[in-house]
């Protein structure tokens, strides 16, 4: 079949049905997928919304590895799904995940080591993966980041629009020269991160965070000014991982 023959070639980006600022702040990190695939369609109008994010200097030096059904996809979930449960386990112990609150099965802590848990047993079996990467023009930076991640969360909030749910992970980090090695990435190119998605089995809902006076200055460092105030019914939470490890 020709490029012109393609049946997604004709069609244009489906219209979602959620209000931007509902969007933002309502996409939670969906962990919990259901066993369905992704048709390419829906694929692509996400990658396309990922890949007009904005770049230093308009660069795009973002690329998308998408993996879903085929032999390289399923080793590279098998990869990752390894090294993501070494790293959950390790995790899980370190921060006390089971101690404290984290013994009553309904406590947040608990229900967020079940989620987890979970997450890393069915890695291998999420619908798609996506591997964002970016490609150097000069020596790492700092900066260097703000190039590839808004295209990230673009990806993110796509799926959103479109009734999927990801999330972020590092989990490659530990398998990074063996998946360079199986999609043919270059050795000089950065897996910026690991991206799992697919139909959430919950739901997306707003998302909890610290109050904005805590984060929002004006003027000065620490100076919250007056019109920092979150809307009426916001839900908060702290930073990080359980403080009570005991
Ligand atoms: C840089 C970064 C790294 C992350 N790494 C992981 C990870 O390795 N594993 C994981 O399950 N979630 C990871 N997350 C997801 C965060 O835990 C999640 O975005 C955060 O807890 C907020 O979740 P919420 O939006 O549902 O409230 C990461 C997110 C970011 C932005």
């Given at each position: 079949m020709s490029q012109d023959e393609?049946?997604?070639?004709s069609t244009t980006i489906t219209e979602s049905n959620v209000p931007l600022l509902e969007g933002l702040t309502t996409t939670r990190a969906i962990r919990r997928y259901r066993d369905e695939p992704i048709p390419e369609a829906h694929l692509r109008d996400m990658l396309f919304a990922a890949t007009r994010a904005p770049s230093g200097s308009n660069r795009q030096p973002f690329r998308f590895i998408v993996l879903t059904d085929s032999a390289n996809a399923h080793k590279a979930k098998s990869l990752i799904a390894g090294s993501a449960q070494e790293i959950w386990a390790q995790k899980e112990q370190n921060d006390g995940y089971s101690k404290g609150s984290g013994?009553?099965?309904?406590?947040p802590k608990s229900r967020m080591a079940n989620t987890m848990r979970s997450y890393v047993d069915n890695f291998a079996t999420v619908p798609a993966l996506i591997l964002p990467c970016l490609v150097r023009y000069?020596?790492?930076?700092?900066?260097?980041?703000a190039s590839v991640y808004p295209a990230v969360q673009n990806l993110l909030l796509a799926a959103r629009a479109l009734g999927y749910g990801g999330v972020i992970t590092g989990f490659h980090r530990p398998v990074e020269k063996e998946l360079k090695s199986l999609l043919g990435i270059?050795?000089?190119?950065?897996?910026a991160s690991t991206v799992t998605l697919g139909k959430p089995q919950g739901n997306h809902g707003p998302v909890r965070r610290r109050p904005i006076r805590e984060l929002v200055f004006a003027?000065?460092?620490?100076?919250?000014?007056?019109?920092a105030v979150d809307p009426p019914g916001t839900r908060f939470t702290s930073a990080g991982p359980p403080k009570n490890k005991t």
């Open positions: 393609h049946p997604l070639q013994a009553d099965p309904n406590s000069r020596a790492a930076d700092p900066m260097e980041g270059p050795e000089d190119i950065f897996i003027d000065a460092w620490e100076h919250s000014p007056a019109w």
